[in-house]
T-cell receptor, first 113, second 112 residues
């Protein structure tokens, strides 16, 4: 089945630790996005990538990093510089050329230990 | 600064009621407005609206865009408990990057 897979579903971070959230899609979408969702605040864009080996900062990129080495994969690293990482993280992708809507993975919930 | 505002932020209704959710926006380069439904996990796509005045319909859900008023409404008729969710409105105001600006969401609870 085609879709977007995020892993793990739940993740705990210790003080000073970097953690990486995985996002894989087999929809042949060229554009991929990472959002952060906090209660009562909707979704905020962290990073996005329109093609392999290229990505841009979103509205809240500080304390996060990404890579896009393969079309199918867009991992997000939450670094120790992100002081308030507890949130629900959503990955999305879309077929840019067809101007289609974004479709989302099931999310990763990150908490601080 | 581009922004999207939804109202109400939360709503409690009984099964069978009709609800109207509102979304207003201020963006520099409007391309489209999207509605998503989020239950526990992934937001699922409902509608994409690009033209003013054309209603999009899917079962008991419908939506329409008013570009003059910079707003959209999402209607749900004959609500069911399965309609309980967060409804997200988002606007694509980009130049083909697909970047979306989301509203805060409306939390709908449908009681039996």
């Amino acid at each position: 089945d085609g879709g977007i897979t995020q892993s793990p579903k739940y993740l705990f971070r210790k003080e000073g630790q970097n953690v990486t959230l995985s996002c894989e899609q087999n929809l042949n979408h060229d554009a991929m996005y990472w959002y952060r969702q906090d209660p009562g605040q909707g979704l905020r864009l962290i990073y996005y990538s329109q093609i392999v080996n290229d990505f841009q900062k979103g509205d809240i990129a500080e304390g996060y990093s990404v890579s896009r080495e393969k079309k199918e994969s867009f991992p997000l690293t939450v670094t120790s510089a992100q002081k308030n990482p507890t949130a629900f993280y959503l990955c999305a992708s879309r077929h840019r050329a067809l101007d289609q809507p974004q479709h989302f993975g099931d999310g990763t919930r990150l908490s601080i230990l | 600064e581009d922004k999207v505002v939804q109202s109400p932020l939360s709503l409690v209704v009984h099964e069978g009621d009709t609800v109207t959710l509102n979304c207003s926006y201020e963006v520099t380069n409007f391309r489209s407005l999207l509605w998503y439904k989020q239950e526990k996990k992934a937001p699922t796509f409902l509608f994409m609206l690009t033209s003013s005045g054309i209603e999009k319909k899917s079962g008991r859900l419908s939506s329409i865009l008013d570009k003059k008023e910079l707003s959209s409404i999402l209607n749900i008729t004959a609500t069911q408990t399965g309609d309980s969710a967060i409804y997200l409105c988002a606007v694509d105001g980009s130049s083909n990057t697909g970047k979306l600006i989301f509203g805060q969401g409306t939390t709908l609870q449908v009681k039996p």
